[in-house]
Protein backbone atom coordinates (compact mmCIF):
# COMPACT_ATOMS: atom_id res chain seq x y z
CA UNK A 1 0.00 0.00 0.00
CA UNK A 2 2.66 2.35 1.03
CA UNK A 3 3.60 2.45 -2.93
CA UNK A 4 0.45 3.79 -3.58
CA UNK A 5 -0.35 5.92 -1.05
CA UNK A 6 0.54 8.70 -3.72
CA UNK A 7 -2.14 7.60 -5.97
CA UNK A 8 -4.50 7.34 -3.49
CA UNK A 9 -4.25 11.02 -2.32
CA UNK A 10 -5.06 12.27 -6.46
CA UNK A 11 -8.39 9.69 -6.76
CA UNK A 12 -11.54 10.17 -5.83
CA UNK A 13 -12.70 9.26 -1.94
CA UNK A 14 -16.16 7.68 -3.47
CA UNK A 15 -14.46 4.90 -5.07
CA UNK A 16 -13.40 1.44 -3.26
CA UNK A 17 -9.48 0.76 -4.26
CA UNK A 18 -7.74 -2.47 -3.82
CA UNK A 19 -3.79 -2.18 -4.13
CA UNK A 20 -1.27 -4.99 -4.88
CA UNK A 21 2.00 -5.84 -6.15
CA UNK A 22 1.50 -8.63 -8.15
CA UNK A 23 -1.70 -10.16 -9.07
CA UNK A 24 -2.88 -12.71 -11.70
CA UNK A 25 -5.60 -10.19 -12.96
CA UNK A 26 -7.13 -6.78 -12.05
CA UNK A 27 -10.15 -7.71 -14.07
CA UNK A 28 -10.41 -11.31 -12.58
CA UNK A 29 -9.73 -9.75 -9.30
CA UNK A 30 -13.17 -7.16 -9.48
CA UNK A 31 -15.43 -10.37 -10.83
CA UNK A 32 -14.97 -12.42 -7.34
CA UNK A 33 -15.41 -8.74 -4.48
CA UNK A 34 -18.77 -8.51 -3.60
CA UNK A 35 -20.71 -6.24 -5.74
CA UNK A 36 -21.05 -2.72 -5.24
CA UNK A 37 -23.20 0.20 -6.58
CA UNK A 38 -19.73 2.27 -5.86
CA UNK A 39 -16.83 2.12 -8.63
CA UNK A 40 -14.42 -0.57 -7.37
CA UNK A 41 -10.75 -0.04 -8.72
CA UNK A 42 -8.25 -2.59 -8.79
CA UNK A 43 -4.54 -1.25 -9.53
CA UNK A 44 -1.58 -3.43 -9.66
CA UNK A 45 2.15 -2.81 -10.35
CA UNK A 46 2.07 -6.17 -12.54
CA UNK A 47 -0.01 -8.70 -13.49
CA UNK A 48 1.15 -12.74 -14.07
CA UNK A 49 -1.89 -13.69 -16.13
CA UNK A 50 -3.36 -10.31 -17.69
CA UNK A 51 -5.96 -10.74 -19.88
CA UNK A 52 -6.57 -9.43 -23.87
CA UNK A 53 -9.03 -9.92 -26.33
CA UNK A 54 -10.93 -13.16 -27.46
CA UNK A 55 -9.15 -15.08 -24.63
CA UNK A 56 -5.45 -14.10 -25.71
CA UNK A 57 -2.81 -13.10 -22.77
CA UNK A 58 -1.44 -9.69 -21.57
CA UNK A 59 2.26 -9.46 -21.40
CA UNK A 60 3.52 -6.87 -18.63
CA UNK A 61 6.87 -6.35 -16.34
CA UNK A 62 6.11 -5.03 -12.74
CA UNK A 63 6.12 -1.12 -13.42
CA UNK A 64 6.58 -1.35 -16.72
CA UNK A 65 3.32 -0.66 -17.50
CA UNK A 66 -0.04 0.77 -16.15
CA UNK A 67 -2.48 -1.89 -15.12
CA UNK A 68 -6.36 -1.58 -13.58
CA UNK A 69 -9.44 -2.88 -13.63
CA UNK A 70 -12.98 -0.42 -12.85
CA UNK A 71 -15.94 -2.29 -11.84
CA UNK A 72 -18.51 0.36 -12.85
CA UNK A 73 -21.96 0.07 -12.57
CA UNK A 74 -24.65 1.19 -15.17
CA UNK A 75 -28.39 1.19 -15.48
CA UNK A 76 -30.25 -2.02 -16.77
CA UNK A 77 -31.71 0.14 -19.55
CA UNK A 78 -27.99 1.42 -20.85
CA UNK A 79 -27.01 0.64 -24.19
CA UNK A 80 -23.51 -0.49 -23.70
CA UNK A 81 -22.28 -0.68 -27.37
CA UNK A 82 -19.04 1.77 -27.73
CA UNK A 83 -18.26 1.69 -24.78
CA UNK A 84 -14.85 0.67 -25.55
CA UNK A 85 -14.37 3.41 -27.79
CA UNK A 86 -15.31 6.09 -25.02
CA UNK A 87 -12.38 4.29 -22.62
CA UNK A 88 -10.03 4.29 -25.89
CA UNK A 89 -10.81 8.48 -26.31
CA UNK A 90 -10.52 8.89 -22.51
CA UNK A 91 -6.95 6.97 -22.39
CA UNK A 92 -6.11 9.09 -25.42
CA UNK A 93 -7.23 12.76 -23.99
CA UNK A 94 -5.28 11.62 -20.81
CA UNK A 95 -1.83 11.10 -22.85
CA UNK A 96 -2.83 14.63 -24.62
CA UNK A 97 -3.30 16.63 -21.48
CA UNK A 98 -0.68 15.14 -19.48
CA UNK A 99 2.47 14.68 -22.20
CA UNK A 100 1.05 17.30 -24.99
CA UNK A 101 1.52 14.12 -27.01
CA UNK A 102 -0.61 14.40 -30.73
CA UNK A 103 -1.07 11.23 -33.20
CA UNK A 104 -2.68 9.24 -31.07
CA UNK A 105 -5.31 6.58 -32.44
CA UNK A 106 -7.95 4.16 -31.91
CA UNK A 107 -8.07 1.10 -33.37
CA UNK A 108 -11.94 -0.14 -33.48
CA UNK A 109 -12.95 -1.66 -30.82
CA UNK A 110 -10.47 -1.30 -28.43
CA UNK A 111 -6.41 -0.51 -29.01
CA UNK A 112 -4.88 2.81 -28.98
CA UNK A 113 -1.85 3.24 -31.18
CA UNK A 114 0.78 5.29 -32.20
CA UNK A 115 1.80 4.85 -35.50
CA UNK A 116 1.56 1.20 -36.57
CA UNK A 117 2.56 0.34 -32.58
CA UNK A 118 -0.18 -0.67 -30.00
CA UNK A 119 0.53 1.08 -27.06
CA UNK A 120 -2.53 0.74 -24.90
CA UNK A 121 -5.23 -2.08 -25.02
CA UNK A 122 -8.79 -2.51 -23.19
CA UNK A 123 -10.77 -5.20 -21.88
CA UNK A 124 -14.49 -5.18 -21.01
CA UNK A 125 -16.42 -7.94 -19.44
CA UNK A 126 -19.98 -7.36 -18.50
CA UNK A 127 -22.84 -9.21 -16.41
CA UNK A 128 -26.23 -8.18 -14.63
CA UNK A 129 -26.68 -8.07 -11.09
CA UNK A 130 -29.96 -7.48 -9.46
CA UNK A 131 -31.91 -5.86 -12.22
CA UNK A 132 -27.95 -3.57 -12.76
CA UNK A 133 -25.74 -4.02 -15.76
CA UNK A 134 -22.12 -4.57 -14.30
CA UNK A 135 -18.75 -3.83 -16.75
CA UNK A 136 -15.40 -4.17 -15.37
CA UNK A 137 -12.87 -2.46 -17.75
CA UNK A 138 -9.74 -3.33 -17.94
CA UNK A 139 -6.85 -0.82 -18.85
CA UNK A 140 -3.29 -1.73 -20.14
CA UNK A 141 -0.74 0.94 -21.01
CA UNK A 142 2.77 0.68 -21.98
CA UNK A 143 4.52 2.87 -19.89
CA UNK A 144 8.31 1.96 -20.18
CA UNK A 145 9.16 -2.10 -21.01
CA UNK A 146 12.01 -4.35 -21.30
CA UNK A 147 13.12 -4.08 -24.85
CA UNK A 148 12.83 -7.94 -24.68
CA UNK A 149 9.47 -8.69 -23.83
CA UNK A 150 7.70 -11.01 -25.50
CA UNK A 151 4.41 -9.25 -27.24
CA UNK A 152 3.72 -10.69 -30.45
CA UNK A 153 2.35 -8.05 -32.16
CA UNK A 154 4.27 -4.50 -33.22
CA UNK A 155 4.37 -2.31 -29.72
CA UNK A 156 5.16 0.71 -28.17
CA UNK A 157 5.34 2.39 -24.56
CA UNK A 158 5.57 6.15 -23.37
CA UNK A 159 9.30 5.76 -22.54
CA UNK A 160 10.10 5.45 -26.74
CA UNK A 161 7.38 8.45 -27.72
CA UNK A 162 8.41 10.86 -25.30
CA UNK A 163 11.24 12.85 -24.18
CA UNK A 164 10.41 13.15 -20.77
CA UNK A 165 7.94 10.60 -18.87
CA UNK A 166 5.18 12.03 -17.32
CA UNK A 167 4.50 10.89 -13.54
CA UNK A 168 3.32 7.36 -13.20
CA UNK A 169 0.95 8.00 -10.09
CA UNK A 170 -0.41 11.58 -11.81
CA UNK A 171 -1.43 9.79 -15.65
CA UNK A 172 -2.68 6.59 -14.07
CA UNK A 173 -5.35 8.85 -11.99
CA UNK A 174 -5.69 10.76 -15.09
CA UNK A 175 -6.62 7.62 -16.65
CA UNK A 176 -9.07 6.96 -13.95
CA UNK A 177 -10.88 10.46 -13.79
CA UNK A 178 -11.17 10.45 -17.40
CA UNK A 179 -12.68 7.05 -18.24
CA UNK A 180 -15.38 7.99 -15.31
CA UNK A 181 -15.89 11.18 -16.13
CA UNK A 182 -16.57 10.11 -20.07
CA UNK A 183 -18.38 6.90 -19.32
CA UNK A 184 -20.65 9.59 -16.79
CA UNK A 185 -21.27 11.37 -20.22
CA UNK A 186 -21.95 8.32 -21.93
CA UNK A 187 -24.63 7.21 -19.77
CA UNK A 188 -26.59 10.30 -20.64
CA UNK A 189 -25.27 11.01 -23.81
CA UNK A 190 -24.44 7.76 -25.87
CA UNK A 191 -21.92 8.36 -28.23
CA UNK A 192 -22.50 11.51 -29.57
CA UNK A 193 -19.76 13.39 -28.08
CA UNK A 194 -16.71 10.80 -28.98
CA UNK A 195 -18.75 11.02 -32.91
CA UNK A 196 -17.95 14.58 -32.74
CA UNK A 197 -14.22 13.61 -33.46
CA UNK A 198 -13.89 10.81 -34.15
CA UNK A 199 -12.70 11.26 -37.77
CA UNK A 200 -9.55 12.16 -35.80
CA UNK A 201 -8.73 9.52 -34.23
CA UNK A 202 -10.17 6.88 -36.61
CA UNK A 203 -6.80 4.25 -37.08
CA UNK A 204 -9.28 2.34 -39.54
CA UNK A 205 -10.94 4.82 -41.82
CA UNK A 206 -10.48 3.71 -45.63
CA UNK A 207 -9.01 0.25 -44.71
CA UNK A 208 -10.53 -2.74 -46.61
CA UNK A 209 -11.62 -5.43 -44.73
CA UNK A 210 -13.51 -9.35 -45.27
CA UNK A 211 -16.10 -10.14 -42.97
CA UNK A 212 -15.73 -13.51 -41.76
CA UNK A 213 -18.69 -14.31 -40.23
CA UNK A 214 -20.64 -17.34 -41.37
CA UNK A 215 -24.39 -15.67 -41.58
CA UNK A 216 -22.74 -12.90 -43.99
CA UNK A 217 -19.72 -12.48 -46.05
CA UNK A 218 -18.71 -9.96 -47.49
CA UNK A 219 -15.18 -7.56 -48.47
CA UNK A 220 -15.71 -3.49 -48.65
CA UNK A 221 -14.00 -0.50 -46.92
CA UNK A 222 -14.31 1.20 -43.48
CA UNK A 223 -16.51 4.40 -43.46
CA UNK A 224 -16.46 5.64 -39.59
CA UNK A 225 -18.58 3.93 -36.77
CA UNK A 226 -22.38 3.99 -36.19
CA UNK A 227 -23.96 6.09 -33.39
CA UNK A 228 -23.89 2.45 -31.51
CA UNK A 229 -20.27 2.05 -31.93
CA UNK A 230 -20.46 -0.58 -35.09
CA UNK A 231 -17.78 -0.62 -37.43
CA UNK A 232 -19.42 0.74 -40.77
CA UNK A 233 -18.44 -0.91 -43.77
CA UNK A 234 -19.08 0.56 -47.02
CA UNK A 235 -19.29 -2.38 -50.26
CA UNK A 236 -20.80 -2.57 -53.25
CA UNK A 237 -24.27 -3.57 -51.70
CA UNK A 238 -24.28 -1.03 -49.66
CA UNK A 239 -23.32 -0.06 -45.58
CA UNK A 240 -22.93 -2.93 -43.99
CA UNK A 241 -22.26 -2.94 -40.08
CA UNK A 242 -19.92 -5.37 -37.87
CA UNK A 243 -19.97 -5.47 -34.47
CA UNK A 244 -16.95 -7.63 -33.02
CA UNK A 245 -13.33 -7.60 -34.31
CA UNK A 246 -13.43 -11.49 -34.48
CA UNK A 247 -14.99 -11.49 -37.36
CA UNK A 248 -13.29 -9.45 -39.39
CA UNK A 249 -9.88 -9.42 -41.18
CA UNK A 250 -7.66 -6.76 -43.30
CA UNK A 251 -7.49 -7.11 -47.10
Not at 50 to 59: E, F, I
Not at 73 to 83: A, S, Y
Not at 99 to 127: F, R, S
Not at 188 to 214: A, C, F, P, Q
Request: hydrophobic share 35%; proline share 2%; glycine share 8%.
Amino acid sequence: MDHYSSLRKLIEDDIDCHFFDSIESTSSYLTKVPYSKRTQLCVTREQTMGKGQHGRGWASQKDGSILFSLRKCFNIDTNLNGLSLVIGMAIIKSIEEECQLEGLKIKWPNDVYYGINKLAGILMENNIHKEAQYVVIGVGVNYQLDQKINIDIPWTDLAQILKKLPSFDTLTAAFIKNILAMTKDFESKGLSTLLSEWNDYDMLKGVKIRSKDSKEIFEGEVDGITEHGALRISTTEGVKEVYSSIHIEYI
